[in-house]
């Protein structure tokens, strides 16, 4: 099996399901019995495989879990509740106060400020232009330990420099995390870069269909995990390429508890199975989209890097299936960015990217509004930006809708 859907459609079939179900059926139990309390012993203790307890191990997650792995190909995974409760338990197991790390200034919002917070209890972040290799590299302490990057940055679209990135961190020893969730496994692999830990807000273009919250962690085998002070010697067992996820479930996922739900893990692993059909539909939706916006007089700006006037255009070319499914532009200062969504009718006013529905909403307003105009503006978003992620609708109708909107009618 070895095209991408093929793999995903195909993947719960490669363990055993009951009943000759083709998909894995939702366990909805939360604990495990055993006929030998020595057995449930050793699948503690982690000698012998086998289920513990619900909130750090489930048989349908497990399922989602290897399609994901097999995504990602990578090591293992470990799901979470939701894309931030992925993020927050990366950071919280992984390091320690008086420690640093480095992350892309152009993050998601709830990203940013959750990386605040973590220096407010000892663990410092610096923030730089990771479209840039040099100002990560300028960012670097004796005390980093890890860089954060996302492959692109929501809303303005800037594409990190990740194979750079990668090489500087083999070079240092250091953790690279990259946020996949922008682009998804089907239009980039960032274990080709050297990524050491892939994350992906399930709840966007791998579920797909706006009905489950789910976050994951992907190990793609990169890291020397044994050369990372940070792993407890109890996690220090079997194959060193397991360390780090490993203490990542027990600390992060085990301890932290934001476990993801059996119902949800299904709605997820079902609609993983037509992502590539609909990212090639959205992104063939984005690059019409964008190219009817950039040459619109009423429109100012357009940050999508499928356009050749994207400064990182070049480089999403080299590095991705297409070039994404989000962009974002700036109207004319004449126009009037209430008035203009108003008049949309097939693009639906909501939060949310990844959906098969395309969504619109003002950024500096809503999502990026508790940051302030001073960091707004330190990171390029403008008042009048409005962000779409792209569906799956006829791209006719979704063209038609601009043009109607555009022309106030």
């Keep these: 099996m070895e095209g991408f859907t093929t793999r995903i459609v195909h993947s719960d079939r490669l363990d055993p399901i009951e009943h000759g179900s083709l998909h894995k059926p939702v366990h909805s139990n939360v604990a495990y019995g055993y006929s030998d309390a020595r057995e449930l012993a050793a699948v503690f203790q982690g000698t012998k495989a086998g289920m513990t307890y619900g909130r750090q191990v489930n048989p349908t997650v497990t399922a989602l879990e290897a399609k994901l792995t097999r995504m990602e190909q990578g090591v293992q995974t470990v799901c979470f509740s939701t894309g931030m409760a992925a993020i927050g338990s990366l950071i919280f197991s992984l390091l320690r106060a008086g420690d640093h790390f480095v992350s892309s200034a152009f993050l998601f919002g709830n990203t940013n400020s959750l990386f605040q917070t973590f220096a407010t209890h000892g ?7 990771a479209t840039s290799v040099e100002a990560v ?23 990190a420099a990740l194979e750079e990135i990668g090489a500087l961190c083999r070079a240092r020893g250091l953790i690279y995390v990259v946020d996949n969730t922008m682009t ?12 050491s830990l892939v994350v992906n807000s399930l709840t966007k273009y791998i579920g797909g269909h706006g009905n489950a919250l789910g976050g994951a962690i992907t190990d793609v085998g990169n890291f020397d995990w044994a050369s990372f002070d940070n792993i407890l010697e109890i996690y220090r067992k079997g194959a060193p390429e397991r360390f780090g996820i ?19 893990a299904h709605h997820i692993a079902v609609g993983a199975e037509t992502l590539a059909l609909r990212q090639d539909r959205q992104c063939s939706n984005a690059a019409a989209m964008t190219a009817l916006l950039e040459a619109h007089p009423k429109v100012a700006r357009v940050y999508y890097p499928g356009l050749p006037s ?15 499914a989000l962009f974002s532009f700036e109207l004319r200062p004449d126009v009037d960015i209430w008035e203009f969504q108003a008049r949309l009718d097939v693009i639906v006013k909501s939060s949310n990217l990844g959906d098969n529905r395309t969504l ?50």
């Design 123 to 129: 663990v410092d972040v610096t923030f730089v232009d």
């Design 137 to 159: 590299e300028a960012a670097i302490t004796p005390r980093t330990r890890l860089v954060f990057v996302e492959t692109i940055a929501n809303p303005r679209t800037q594409v």
């Design 184 to 195: 998804s496994p089907y239009l980039f692999q960032p274990r080709t870069v050297g990524a």
């Design 246 to 264: 490993t203490q990542i479930r027990k600390k992060g996922l085990r301890d932290f508890g934001a476990a993801l739900a059996p119902e949800a």
């Design 310 to 324: 994207h400064p990182q255009h070049d480089r999403a070319r080299a590095l991705f299936r297409h070039p994404g």
């Design 360 to 409: 619109a909403i003002p950024v500096a307003h809503t999502i990026y509004y508790e940051m302030g105009p001073e960091r707004r503006a330190s990171m390029g978003i403008a008042e009048s930006l409005i962000r779409i992620s792209v569906g799956i609708e006829d791209t006719t109708d979704l063209i038609a809708d601009l043009e109607r909107a555009l022309a106030g009618e």
